[in-house]
Every structure is written in C-alpha cells, then in structure tokens.
C-alpha cells in the first residue's frame, strides 16, 4: 500500500516563504502524477498544483508567480515552494499522488498546516 507524506507546514508571516515536501512510499514513484491541495477552514479543497512523470507543471492562477512544483524523483519527493505567502493561502495542504497503472485510485497524505499569519 503506497503511502504518501507531507511536512514542512507552519506559521509564516505575510510575504515569507515555505517548502512544503511530500514523499510517496512506492517504487514507482517516477512515473506518478504527483499534485498538492489545499482546503482552508469551511471551504472545498482545491488544486493549486501538479506534476506530471515527465516534470511538466501546471499551477493554479492565484498563486502563478509564487508558488513552484517540483520532484526529485531520485528521492521520491515532490515539492511545493511558496514564496510571497498571503493570509489567504492559509489551509491545510494535502499531496496526492496518482498511480499510472490503469484503475488506481488516487492517495492522499494526512495533509500538512500553512498558517499565513502577522
């Protein structure tokens, strides 16, 4: 069973910075589409960004310009770098890591605190 984990939450100031890190215990980690979410208090979690086996990468509009994906594959972690953090990017912050064999279904960490906060 693949189990995935993050780390690296906290309490920032508006305009700091944080690296979330994520790893996901399979040998196939290469080829895994690997994505981070989040979900604030009394709202639906979102995608805010993906990446794909081949290291493309797509983000969500609101945090383009400050926010980076990014795996080691070597290491089997994918990264989310956050710069320039606002009070609105407060949330727990999930990865999610999709198998690329046919019928898998997606996993889930237990997620990780981001607290954008004077």
């Known amino acids: 069973q693949v189990q995935v984990v993050e780390s690296g939450g906290g309490l920032v100031q508006p305009g700091g910075s944080l690296r979330l890190s994520c790893t996901a215990s399979?040998?196939?980690?290469?080829?895994?589409?690997m994505g981070w979410y989040r979900q604030a208090a009394g709202k639906e979690r979102e995608w805010v960004a993906s990446?794909?086996?081949?290291?493309?990468?797509t983000v969500r509009d609101s945090v383009k310009g400050r926010f980076t994906i990014s795996r080691d594959n070597a290491k089997k972690m994918v990264y989310l770098q956050m710069n320039s953090l606002e009070p609105e990017d407060t949330a727990q912050y999930y990865c999610?890591?999709?198998?690329?064999?046919?019928?898998?279904?997606?996993?889930w960490g237990q997620g990780t605190q981001v607290t954008v906060s004077s």
């Open positions: 399979t040998g196939l980690f290469s080829g895994y589409l």
């Open positions: 990446i794909s086996s081949g290291g493309r990468t």
């Open positions: 999610e890591a999709e198998s690329p064999v046919p019928g898998s279904r997606p996993v």
